[in-house]
């Protein structure tokens, strides 16, 4: 591996449930390390912890134990505004379901991670309407998602998570809730922006054609990531 491009590495990470219930111990030491440019595609059964790995690699949540690294930072060194703040920056997030604000309308959407970073509003409005633009919702800015199709909320959901330029993306079964023909658009979508935005890209899904053109396929079983089933690399 050329560590040069390595973009993240995250090591022994550890994850378990406690409330309640009986306690789940869902990650039990997962080493992964995503490079530049990379379409990483994580498979496993449903409850095996695939969002609970996302969520903790995005920095999205804290594992018990365990270090993840974006080049130079230490995720598990910072506060929790600082990681808020270098999230927004540096990683864009798909999940399932869009989660846009329904009160904004697509172009708000999209600039709101803008906004968040304090950019300049005439830079935020120009990328986001050439992000509109590039996921071909040129005509839809001014709609709410409540007037999107289910392929145009996620379109602009993905549009959002480009907004300021990240070198990576995780996506949470992004196509998990559309139709054949919009599944298609939104993982040639995907493959359009890595190679456009030289993003690398870890994407959780069942999608045998995704795992066909991976980088890297992993398989998470019993809370740790299997040797890869197939590489591309
Ligand atoms: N907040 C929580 N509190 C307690 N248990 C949780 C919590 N979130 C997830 N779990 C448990 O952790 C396990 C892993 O959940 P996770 O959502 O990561 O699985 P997944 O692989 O993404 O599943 P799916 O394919 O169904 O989305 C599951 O057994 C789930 O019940
Ligand atoms: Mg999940």
Redesign the pocket.
């Known amino acids: 591996m050329n560590t040069a491009t390595t973009l993240l590495t995250a090591e022994n990470i550890h994850k378990s449930?406690t409330?309640k219930?009986e306690p789940?111990h869902?990650l039990k030491g997962v080493d992964i390390a995503v490079n530049r440019h990379d379409l990483t595609a994580i498979v496993?059964?449903?409850?095996?912890?695939?969002?609970?790995?996302l969520h903790i690699l995005g920095g999205l949540d804290r594992p018990d134990k365990g270090t993840i690294r974006f080049r130079d930072a230490d995720l598990s060194r910072m506060n929790d505004e600082s990681l808020a703040d270098f999230r927004n920056r540096n990683i864009g997030f798909v999940f399932q379901f869009h989660h846009l604000l329904p009160e904004f309308t697509a172009l708000e959407n999209v600039f709101m991670p803008g906004l968040i970073a304090a950019r300049p509003m005439p830079e935020i409005r120009q990328r986001a309407e050439y992000l509109l633009e590039e996921t071909g919702l040129k005509n839809r800015m001014d709609h709410r998602p409540s007037e999107l199709s289910g392929g145009e909320q996620q379109r602009v959901a993905v549009a959002r998570a480009l907004m300021n330029g990240p070198e990576i993306i995780m996506a949470?079964?992004p196509t998990g809730n559309l139709d054949e023909a919009n599944t298609d658009k939104l993982l040639s979508l995907l493959m359009d922006i890595r190679e456009k935005e030289q993003t690398a890209i870890v994407l959780?899904t069942h999608d045998t054609r995704i795992a066909a053109i991976a980088s890297t396929v992993y398989h998470?079983h019993h809370g740790r990531l299997e040797a890869p089933a197939h590489s591309n690399s």
């Not at 496993?44 to 790995?53: V, W």
């Open positions: 449930y409330g219930a789940v869902v496993g059964s449903s409850g095996s912890g695939k969002s609970t790995l949470d079964e959780i998470l």
